[in-house]
């Protein structure tokens, strides 16, 4: 820091003429004689020998140097204050200063001033107390940055990295659970300042930022859907359709409903297998025309699933996610919304696809009789619930596992006995090729089939080898695996498991009782290279943001998923057989979120390290 003294340079110079005039009366002409003055150029040659007895710098107070000459006089000035003794006196400060004295030389009474600047050198223990000041007001603005002004949600601590630096984030005003700052869903806008600890430089300090936390009523609203049955029906099987219509609002950031669907003629009825007998009911809604489902695309059947059994809601949307991350062929849509039926609020749902044949979902060809057509099949263990003997679907077996057709329909004008034996044949010829290590590579889409595992095996579904396994294949392609479906019951929410199985670690799709293809598959090295190139490629971009995806789904949701636990009290008091008893434990929305979280944070390393070794 640099402080400009202003310097008043005096200059007294005397000049002296003499001008001799003398009249000749005989010429009447006139001379001139001047005289030089050489005092300034004495006073120049005093100073010049002067500047070098001046020191150029100093750190503690000094005498500047007095005339050795009797006829010339020095005086010194600082800001146009004279320097009593000669003495320039050091101020401590944490920064260099230039000071420009004045000094004034006299001689034979004339005096010429002169400017010369001395550096005045920085304490140096002020110095570096300067420089932390600094550092620290620079980390105090580099948290603030992080910090938002408003919370709208939970909100997860950053990990600063700030070199040198260690940040700890506290509060005595609200609850901090597993570094993330708990959402109190206040009536009225409710401040809490947070506080901030810096350990820099073997120093500590403490610095407080207030942070809102938003009033319940500026939440912000997801999308939200009403339905009103005819005559307030009410919704009771899966078999049969209740009729009735449709509204369905979007919000924009100021909570301005925006109205998406007005008054749309429908259908609804029950969902699900084991989803159909928890209280908070899934619902399958069908529409007379194609219709935009908060969706870039129209079709006629959606999905409301109530992720009853998942307490915190976002299981599967995490998975859907990864396997859009993935880029697989289909996945199906993840929307949040709240539920409305003949005015009764239901509950937080996630609107999503029909898993079915289309152009916009599982796009194989349809409506042919070409036996090599568009296939769409279930591997379904259920099945065996619900009876072989007695079930409607259309289906076939191999080595024990059923395999439902789903597409083509048994009931549609252009399937004949031939797809049903062609799509046997080649179920039978992949499971075949695969037990005895043949050339599996003329008849799956190997990639397919990797991408499909390391979702299932991310999220550790239970359902990976049970049901919900979906396949297709289009004309004349090979077989692929997908789309993902059903992870409400995964990620260690599971309480029909055996101990040893709900844990984070350890394979399970290939489990000769679960899913055998896999099985089999993970016992080819060239499968077990292509599974270990894929993982590698996708773990930062797509494996890790799934972890990260927990918190971000749950915090876009925090109004809704509010609402949902109000009306479904059910954390930590719920039972029932898919329940486990970790699960059970918990207590709060926090805990199941951090469960989630930590289950996947685990599993994804071990898987990490096992695939690496395979």
């Known amino acids: 820091m640099m402080k400009k003294i202003t310097l008043l340079l005096l200059f007294v110079g005397l000049s002296v003429s003499i001008l001799a ?83 004034v030389i006299s001689y034979e009474n004339y005096s010429k001033t002169f400017t010369y600047e001395i550096l005045m050198l920085r304490d140096e223990d002020l110095y570096n107390e300067e420089l932390t000041n600094q550092r620290f007001s620079e980390i105090f603005d580099e ?35 597993n570094n993330r700052l708990i ?9 809490v300042n947070l506080d901030i600890e810096i350990e820099y430089n073997r120093e500590t300090r403490n610095y407080q930022i207030p942070v809102i936390f938003s009033s319940f009523s500026n939440l912000p609203k ?50 699900g297998n084991s989803t159909l007998f928890m209280p908070k009911k899934p619902y399958k809604i069908k529409f007379d025309e194609k219709q935009n489902m908060l969706s870039d695309y129209q079709e006629k059947e959606w999905v409301l699933l109530a ?55 599982v796009d194989v060809e349809e409506k042919s009789p070409n036996m090599d057509t568009g296939y769409l099949i279930e591997f379904d263990k259920r099945l065996y619930d619900e009876g072989l003997e007695v079930t409607e679907e259309n289906f076939f077996l191999i080595e024990g596992i059923p395999f439902v057709i789903k597409s083509p ?26 037990r005895d290590k043949e050339d599996y590579s003329i008849y799956i889409d190997e990639a397919s089939f990797i991408d499909w595992f390391i979702v299932s095996e991310v999220m550790k579904n239970v359902d990976s080898g049970y049901s919900s396994v979906y396949f297709h294949k289009d004309a004349g392609g090979l ?61 930062e971009t797509v494996i890790l943001q799934a972890l990260e995806n927990v918190y971000l789904f749950a915090d876009s949701i925090a109004r809704s998923r509010s609402m949902n636990f109000d009306m479904w009290d059910i954390i930590g008091t719920y039972e029932d057989w898919f329940i486990s008893p970790e699960i059970l434990a918990l207590d709060t929305y926090e805990e199941q979120l951090f469960f989630l979280y930590d289950f996947l944070d685990t599993r994804i390393a071990w898987l990490n390290q096992e695939i690496n070794l395979l």
């Not at 001047?34 to 070098?52: A, H, K, M, Q, S």
């Not at 329909?409 to 090729?433: A, G, P, Q």
């Open 21 to 103: 005039c003398s009249s000749l009366s005989s010429t009447n002409q006139t001379t001139n004689t001047t005289t030089i003055d050489e005092r300034p150029g004495l006073i120049d040659v005093f100073f010049n020998n002067l500047v070098e007895t001046l020191p150029p710098e100093f750190s503690s107070d000094i005498i500047l140097p007095t005339s050795e000459d009797e006829e010339y006089d020095i005086e010194y000035y600082l800001e146009d204050i004279l320097l009593e003794n000669n003495q320039l006196t050091y101020i401590a400060q944490g920064f260099d200063e230039t000071l420009e004295v004045e000094i």
């Open 143 to 177: 948290v603030k940055d992080f910090i938002p002004e408003v919370l709208v949600s939970d909100y997860t601590i950053p990990e600063f990295d700030i070199t040198g630096a260690d940040i700890t984030v506290s509060t005595s005003e609200a609850t901090i659970f």
């Open 183 to 191: 959402f109190t869903f206040p009536e009225y806008d409710e401040e």
């Open 222 to 271: 997801i999308p939200e859907i009403y339905i009103l049955t005819d005559e307030f029906a009410p919704i009771e099987t899966k078999e049969d359709y209740v009729y009735g219509y449709l509204d369905m609002f979007s919000y924009d950031d100021y909570n301005n409903s925006i109205l998406e669907l007005g008054g749309i003629r429908m259908r609804i009825k029950l969902r």
């Open 307 to 361: 992720n009853f059994a998942d307490q915190t809601l976002v299981r599967n949307a995490v998975a859907y996610q990864m396997a859009d991350d993935l880029d697989m062929d289909f996945s199906p849509m993840v929307r949040f919304v709240d539920l409305y039926i003949n005015n009764v609020y239901q509950g937080n749902y996630l609107l999503s696809d029909q898993i079915e044949v289309s152009t916009n979902r």
């Open 409 to 434: 329909d048994i009931e549609d004008d252009h399937y004949n006995n031939d797809h049903y034996l062609f799509i046997e044949s080649y179920m039978r010829t992949v499971y075949d090729t695969l």
């Open 479 to 539: 077989l692929k695996m997908g789309p993902v479906w059903d992870f409400d019951l995964s990620s260690g929410n599971y309480g029909h498991l055996q101990e040893d199985l709900r844990g984070p670690i350890g394979w399970y799709t290939p489990r000769p009782e679960k899913n055998v293809f896999f099985m089999y598959l993970l016992e080819y090295e060239e499968f077990q290279n292509a599974l270990k190139a894929r993982w590698n490629e996708v773990y």
